[in-house]
T-cell receptor, first 115, second 111 residues
Framework: DTEVTQTPKHLVMGMTNKKSLKCEQHMGHRAMYWYKQKAKKPPELMFVYSYEKLSINESVPSRFSPECPNSSLLNLHLHALQPEDSALYLC??????????????FGPGTRLTVL | AQSVSQHNHHVILSEAASLELGCNYSYGGTVNLFWYVQYPGQHLQLLLKYFSGDPLVKGIKGFEAEFIKSKFSFNLRKPSVQWSDTAEYFCAVGGYQKVTFGIGTKLQVIP
């Protein structure tokens, strides 16, 4: 299995809602990432988990809360989001914790709309 | 801090034309360089990567890139493009612990 899967594909939420995005990989990769991608912009790194520990938080607002329950699963919990948080949220994984050396495998993304 | 600059945001070519997409990076340490591609409706996927050794790197589907350290460049090339190469191409630089992506170049190949 060489896939990174993400659910849901689309999510519409109000500013007072709480929701979660889910990412899963079964390639035995030990680094997992969340990226945010706005239209016509490159993916922007949000969080990196290396061996299930948070290793990078790119000064992301606390309304985004990542969680890595095990080596195959990565969640992004969303609470009190703003309309400007609407974007495509990409999950990726790579074989080891040394993130800059390895190819990253990307999921299809979750298209999030905040009303 | 590391950064990546891609010069061409939208390129239109006819089939069989040659392709060169520019990429310049900025990073003070040992650098790892990547080109990723996103075909319409598909995931981002790796096209090729450079870590060390031969500065001319060959990737999938006939693509290659040349690392020129003195110019801080990692340009992507293909001698003859096909309609199926229509996609968005991202250059990326790997520095300490993270990878930074360029803004992307949309390539449209006309049959």
């Amino acid at each position: 299995d060489t896939e990174v899967t993400q659910t849901p594909k689309h999510l519409v939420m109000g500013m007072t809602n709480k929701k979660s995005l889910k990412c899963e990989q079964h390639m035995g990769h030990r680094a997992m990432y969340w990226y945010k991608q706005k239209a016509k912009k490159p993916p922007e790194l949000m969080f990196v988990y290396s061996y299930e520990k948070l290793s990078i938080n790119e000064s992301v607002p606390s309304r985004f809360s990542p969680e890595c329950p095990n080596s195959s699963l990565l969640n992004l919990h969303l609470h009190a989001l703003q309309p400007e948080d609407s974007a495509l949220y990409l999950c990726a994984s790579s074989p080891s914790g040394t993130t800059s050396y390895n190819e990253q495998f990307f999921g299809p993304g979750t298209r999030l709309t905040v009303l | 801090a590391q950064s990546v600059s891609q010069h061409n945001h939208h390129v239109i070519l006819s089939e069989a034309a040659s392709l060169e997409l520019g990429c310049n990076y900025s990073y003070g340490g040992t650098v790892n360089l990547f080109w990723y591609v996103q075909y319409p409706g598909q995931h981002l996927q790796l096209l090729l990567k450079y870590f060390s050794g031969d500065p001319l790197v060959k990737g999938i589907k006939g693509f290659e890139a040349e690392f020129i350290k003195s110019k801080f460049s990692f340009n992507l090339r293909k001698p003859s493009v096909q309609w199926s190469d229509t996609a968005e191409y991202f250059c990326a630089v790997g520095g300490y612990q993270k990878v930074t992506f360029g803004i992307g170049t949309k390539l449209q190949v006309i049959p």
